[in-house]
């Protein structure tokens, strides 16, 4: 007869070989995260030493990670703002003449 042993988990029992073992973040024990390495800001130039430092320069310059905007809708900065067909017209006319006016100096 064949040894079996088992693995109590959150007082769950798996047998080893037989049943899936879930993981600790799975099973619910706590997980460790180690500190971010440190960087510069792209803010202010100001260098980041760990977690702490991030959450202290991110409400300090009123910024957020852009990991925290996961999930939320995209959208246009300004979607009710359409050009008609004869502002584009201008603007058409008016990059033109800027070009041509470069060419002549050039």
């Keep these: 007869m064949a040894r079996r042993s088992w693995v109590y988990i959150n007082g769950i029992a798996y047998e080893k070989g037989v049943d899936y073992i879930p993981t600790r ?7 460790f995260v180690p500190d971010i390495e440190p960087f510069r800001s792209p803010v202010d130039g100001s260098l980041i030493t760990g977690r702490a430092a991030l959450r202290e320069h991110n409400k300090r310059n009123g910024v957020i990670q852009t990991e925290e905007l996961k999930g939320l809708p995209t959208r246009m900065a ?7 067909k004869q502002e584009v017209r201008e603007r058409r006319e008016y990059i033109s003449h800027l070009y041509d006016k470069s060419k002549l100096k050039g």
Excluded: K
Excluded at 25 to 31: H, I, K, N, R, V
Excluded at 78 to 84: A, M, V
């Design 78 to 84: 300004n979607p009710e703002y359409t050009l008609s």
């Design 25 to 31: 973040a799975e099973a619910g024990s706590p997980t």
